[in-house]
C-alpha cells in the first residue's frame, strides 16, 4: 500500500504559480541574462526557456513535503536553464528551494548542504581561474555562491533559531508542567497536614465528650452524672475554641492572625493531667533532652493521639508513656492495656495510627503500632540531626501496623 503524498502548503502554490507567471512575463518582454551568441547556449530556441522555468515552478509545491525531491529536480532543472538563454525566475525559485531543503529538509540535509554549496563555491571560483588563468572566472564561484551557499547558509541560520525558539517553548511548558505539580504536591501536603493538626487538636476532646456523655446517660447517679456533665463542658469548650482559631487561620486571607502556639515536650505533663481527667491511668516517664521542634510536635501529637486511642479502646489498667533519647534519635513509646473483641466506648475514623505513621515518615524515622502480650504498643522513633529532622520524607522510613483500632 503506498503512502499518499501529503498536500502541499498553500503559500508554496503561490508562489510557484507566482513564479511561472513571472517567468512567462519576462520570456514574452524578451528579457533573458544571455544572448544567442553566447558559448554557453547550446539550446537557442526561444521557447526553451520555459522549459526549465516549469520544472523549477514544479517544484515548489514540494518544498516543504518532499525538499530533497523538489531540490533535485531543481538542480537540474538550473542546469538546463544555463544551456539556455535563460530566466532569472528560475534561477530566483532554484535559491528558494534551496533554502527550503535546508529549513524543512531533514538534519542530515541540512548539515551537508550547505559544507556542499560551500565547496562547490571554492571549486566554482578556482578551478575555472586556474585552467583559464583568468581572474575574472572567479566570478562564477561568486555565481554560485549567490545561488547555492547563500540560501543554504540562510536556511541554516533561520533553522537553528527555529529549533532554539522550539527548544525553549518546551522548556517553558516542562518548567509550567512541573510547577503545577509542585503546586498540586503542595496543596495534598497541606491538606494531609491540616487533616492531621484538626484530627489531634479536637479529636481527644470529641472523645471524651462520648465516653462521659455516655457514662451520664447509663449510670442513675446525680453525683456521677454531675460530674461527666462537668468534664463534657470543659472539653467541647476548649475543643469549640480550638476549632475557632483552626476556622479562623484558614478563612484569614491576609495573614494576620497568629496560629496557635506550637504543642512542645515541656507540655506533656499538662497533656497527662489532661488525661488523667478524662479517667485514664497515666504514668509519665519523661527522658527527653533537647529536640528540633519539628519533632517535638510529631513527638507530642503521638502521645496526645495514643491516650486519645487508649481512652477509647483501652482495657481498664495503667497506660504508660516513655520518652528517651539514646544514640542521636528520640524514642517515644506508650502502653496501653489491651483485650481483643472489646467495644469501643467511642467511635474512631480509622485514621490515628495513619496520621501518627505519617508523622514519623515525614521526620524520616520509622513507626510501629500492635497488641502483644495483652498491650497496645505504640513506638516512634525520630533522628535529631537538624538534616534529617528537616529533610523531605524518604523512602527508608520504616512502618508497621498491626491493626488500626481507631
Known amino acids: 500500500m503506498t503512502r499518499a503524498l501529503p498536500r502541499p502548503h498553500r503559500d508554496d502554490v503561490r508562489i510557484a504559480v507566482g513564479g511561472l507567471l513571472g517567468g512567462v512575463l519576462l520570456w514574452?518582454?524578451?528579457?533573458?541574462?544571455?544572448?544567442?551568441?553566447?558559448?554557453?547556449?547550446?539550446?537557442?530556441?526561444?521557447?526553451?526557456?520555459?522549459?526549465?522555468?516549469?520544472?523549477?515552478?514544479?517544484?515548489?509545491?514540494?518544498?516543504?513535503?518532499?525538499?530533497?525531491l523538489g531540490l533535485a529536480v531543481g538542480t537540474l532543472a538550473l542546469t538546463l536553464d544555463t544551456m539556455t538563454l535563460g530566466s532569472i525566475v528560475t534561477v530566483v525559485l532554484y535559491t528558494d528551494l534551496m533554502y527550503a531543503a535546508v529549513l524543512y529538509g531533514t538534519a542530515s540535509s541540512a548539515r551537508r548542504i550547505p559544507w556542499i554549496t560551500g565547496l562547490l563555491t571554492v571549486l566554482g571560483g578556482v578551478v575555472p581561474a586556474a585552467l583559464w588563468r583568468d581572474p575574472q572566472a572567479l566570478l562564477i564561484g561568486v555565481g554560485v555562491g549567490v545561488v547555492a551557499l547563500a540560501p543554504a547558509a540562510t536556511g541554516w541560520v533561520v533553522r537553528n533559531h527555529r529549533d532554539a525558539a522550539e527548544a525553549a517553548r518546551l522548556r517553558a511548558e516542562q518548567t509550567a508542567l512541573l510547577a503545577e505539580m509542585d503546586r498540586a504536591q503542595a496543596v495534598t501536603a497541606e491538606r494531609a497536614r491540616m487533616a492531621r493538626e484538626l484530627h489531634d487538636m479536637v479529636a481527644n476532646h470529641l472523645s471524651a465528650i462520648a465516653i462521659h456523655s455516655t457514662a451520664a446517660l447509663s449510670l442513675d447517679d446525680p453525683g456521677t452524672s454531675r460530674d461527666a456533665l462537668g468534664v463534657i463542658r470543659e472539653n467541647s469548650v476548649a475543643g469549640l475554641a480550638e476549632m475557632r482559631r483552626l476556622i479562623g487561620i484558614l478563612r484569614d486571607s491576609s495573614g494576620d492572625l497568629e496560629p496557635a502556639a506550637t504543642p512542645t515536650l515541656d507540655g506533656l505533663a499538662t497533656l497527662v493531667e489532661g488525661a488523667r481527667a478524662n479517667g485514664l491511668d497515666v504514668r509519665l516517664q519523661d527522658g527527653h533532652g533537647r529536640v528540633p521542634a519539628p519533632v517535638e510536635l510529631a513527638a507530642y501529637r503521638i502521645v496526645q493521639e495514643s491516650l486519645t486511642n487508649a481512652l477509647k479502646h483501652a482495657a481498664p489498667g495503667p497506660v504508660r508513656v516513655t520518652l528517651g533519647q539514646t544514640d542521636g534519635a528520640l524514642r517515644v513509646e506508650v502502653t496501653s492495656p489491651y483485650r481483643p473483641g472489646d467495644t469501643p466506648r467511642a467511635p474512631g475514623s480509622g485514621s490515628g495510627l495513619t496520621g501518627m505513621r505519617e508523622r514519623a515518615t515525614l521526620l524520616g524515622g520509622t513507626f510501629a503500632a500492635g497488641a502483644k502480650a495483652g498491650l497496645w504498643t505504640v513506638r516512634a522513633t525520630f533522628p535529631l540531626t537538624e538534616s534529617e529532622t528537616e529533610a523531605r520524607p524518604q523512602a527508608h522510613a520504616q512502618t508497621q501496623a498491626q491493626g488500626d483500632p481507631t
Open 28 to 68: 514574452l518582454l524578451g528579457i533573458h541574462p544571455r544572448v544567442p551568441s553566447n558559448p554557453l547556449v547550446l539550446w537557442s530556441a526561444p521557447w526553451a526557456p520555459l522549459v526549465p522555468l516549469a520544472l523549477t515552478a514544479a517544484c515548489e509545491p514540494l518544498r516543504r513535503i518532499r525538499p530533497r
